[in-house]
């Protein structure tokens, strides 16, 4: 059974596909496309579907689309007209929507975004791209997959128990929001899934987020994590002042009053102003306010399910801060949270719930809110790793360098090659193996540095233009994990930079680059078996430093998604300060003639 999963409702559009109940590929519009997030989250932009993403997918398994059994879209329209009344029975939309009262909507342009989402299946295979068409042509006229509205919310905790390394738990989802619901309670047992409640809009701390972030001069449903980063410099001083909108009820309810920031904290930041105490400070309240919010949540959850283990996704659950808090507390035994959080993720989700639902016998679509939940497949799949994007062997990578006429040469020995160059302080780019499904850098499509010297942060910063109060993500080899950092209950050897973790202090001297104040942020511990050539370029390091640590941030150029394509790594490279591109086998250096000019 072939089941394709698409994500376009919102924003970070992507597509998954699953196999008899192996994820095959998985990756985000934004990759191929180039434009951050693929599209704004706006009502009517929901027609754009990710049909360069779904195209990979397809293209991965093998099949065209007409060969597919089921589509699975991780949107429920019926969800989102259900409390509509007679309203949507005909839609009609003003020719200036903002000038009329949205009536029964919370927003004007709603009538043509619930029309977008509905006719989705029939803009899958008429509105493909002409240079698509080969893989989509067929199913114009021998459609035979079946269509799959799923509920936001339900492919979202879908991602996260049916990928966690877990037979039972509690399952949290904190977004911003799906069709009505902004935070979603459950419990995964028994091969069956259980909805325990959920919170509706307007009430959300994932909008809240979005909303400071904003007033703080960043973009909204974009720029969270730079909130996050901006509250460990900052004192959570108006943290009163925010907690007093919101007021965490019984049985896992929440409400978050309407409030005038402006008023509460002071006139908003401007877009590219300079970011002062008043501004740190303001992220430290929400974050304060944020982690002691869902530490309740998280404790009417425990208490509620019996579950010693925990599964995370949605757009808040990339608030790593957030998460080792919870992690930390003793909570729960264990948390996991799904690398791709965010609403790139429900296509995962949503592929495989549709997969596991069909596979048992159920209906995909039916309710699982019952006593008893719906009856789901035996799993066979387990997310090790998120490297399920694409890849490109050494053929195809010297045929786009000899195509750029670029001078290169083949590296006998990438790894240790490789880390003689960063061992001389040299930036450089990592291109190797198949692409990260999700927002960070894995190890796959990487810039990397040496932690030794402590001025390389400003180097990064200078070669991103990230803003200096970010700081950056050590990576190491997994076994190398419990000589570098404290341990910490609860959440494995970090896998996926969910977590932040604190330094060992003998050993935060040592990597200078990689730390700030004892805590080196999002780590990175690399195992051998799912990402063997970045694991040897650690340990390749450690033996030529001593200390098998580099700090690892995303290839990308300013404000660009990460690489996909060796095109795109090529780009990036000469669009930056990056001194080497180790693409592959084969390695690319600037100046590298000695007649040119530095």
Request: charged share 20%; net charge negative; hydrophobic share 45%.
């Amino acid at each position: 059974m072939i089941t394709l999963g698409l994500n376009a409702a919102f924003l970070d559009s992507s597509a998954a596909i699953v196999v008899d109940g192996v994820p095959v590929a998985a990756a985000e519009e934004e990759r191929f496309s180039r434009i951050r997030h693929a599209k704004r989250p706006l009502p009517f932009t929901a027609w754009e579907l990710p049909f360069h993403a779904i195209d990979f997918c397809l293209a991965r398994a093998g099949v065209t689309l007409d060969e597919v059994d089921h589509v699975a879209y991780s949107f429920d329209p019926r969800c989102f007209l259900c409390h509509r009344g007679d309203e949507v029975s005909g839609l009609m939309l003003p020719m200036e929507p903002c000038a009329h009262s949205p009536g029964v909507w919370e927003d004007p342009w709603d009538p043509l975004f619930a029309a977008y989402v509905i006719n989705t299946p029939r803009q899958l295979a008429e509105g493909v791209p002409h240079h698509l068409r080969a893989r989509f042509e067929r199913a114009r006229s021998e459609r035979r997959y079946r269509w799959h509205f799923l509920n936001h919310h339900l492919c979202h905790q879908a991602s996260a128990f049916l990928c966690a390394p877990f037979e039972r738990c509690a399952v949290l989802t904190l977004d911003g929001r799906g069709e009505r619901a902004s935070t979603s309670y459950g419990v995964y047992r028994d091969g069956r899934y259980r909805v325990l409640g959920e919170v509706t809009v307007p009430h959300s701390l994932g909008l809240l987020c979005e909303q400071v972030t904003e007033h703080l001069g960043f973009q909204r449903a974009s720029d969270e994590q730079k909130v996050t980063a901006l509250a460990t410099q900052g004192r959570p001083r108006f943290r009163d002042v925010l907690a007093a909108h919101i007021h965490v009820g019984e049985n896992g309810h929440y409400s978050v009053a309407r409030m005038d920031l402006a008023k509460l904290l002071g006139p908003a930041r401007a877009l590219n102003a300079p970011i002062e105490a008043l501004h740190f400070d303001i992220a430290a309240s929400l974050q304060t306010v944020l982690e002691e919010s869902v530490l309740r949540l998280a404790a009417w959850l425990r208490e509620t399910t019996g579950e010693s283990h925990l599964a995370m996704a949605g757009g808040v659950a990339m608030n790593c801060a957030m998460n080792a808090r919870l992690r930390d507390s003793g909570m729960f035994e264990d948390v996991w949270v799904q690398p791709a959080a965010g609403d790139a993720g429900t296509s995962l989700g949503a592929a495989l719930w549709v997969d596991a639902a069909l596979r048992a016998g159920a209906s995909a679509e039916a309710s699982s809110g019952d006593a008893a939940g719906a009856p789901l497949a035996p799993r066979r799949w387990r997310m090790e790793h998120a490297y399920l994007g694409p890849g490109f062997d050494d053929e195809a990578v010297e045929s786009q360098l000899r195509h750029a006429r670029l001078p290169y040469r083949r590296m006998d020995d990438p790894a240790r090659e490789t880390a003689e160059l960063l061992a001389r302080d040299q930036l450089v780019g990592w291109f190797n193996g198949r692409m990260e499904f999700g927002p960070h850098a894995l190890g796959a499509r990487s810039i990397l540095a040496s932690p030794l010297n402590a001025r390389i942060h400003e180097r990064l910063q200078e070669l991103s233009q990230r803003e200096d109060f970010r700081s950056m993500a050590p990576a190491l080899p997994a076994e190398a994990f419990p000589a570098w950092f404290a341990p910490a209950p609860g959440a494995g050897l970090a896998p996926f930079t969910s977590f932040t973790h604190e330094v060992l202090a003998q050993q935060a001297t040592r990597i200078p680059g990689a730390c700030r104040d004892g805590c080196a942020g999002r780590v990175l511990a690399i195992d051998p078996h799912t990402n063997p050539a970045f694991h040897a370029l650690l340990h390749a390091f450690g033996e030529r430093t001593g200390v098998p640590v580099l700090v690892n941030t995303s290839f990308s150029a300013c404000d660009e998604p990460i690489v996909c394509s060796p095109r795109d790594a090529i780009e990036a490279f000469f669009s930056t300060p990056l001194d080497a591109l180790s693409i592959g086998s084969f390695l690319v250096r600037k100046n590298a003639n000695p007649d040119l000019h530095p």
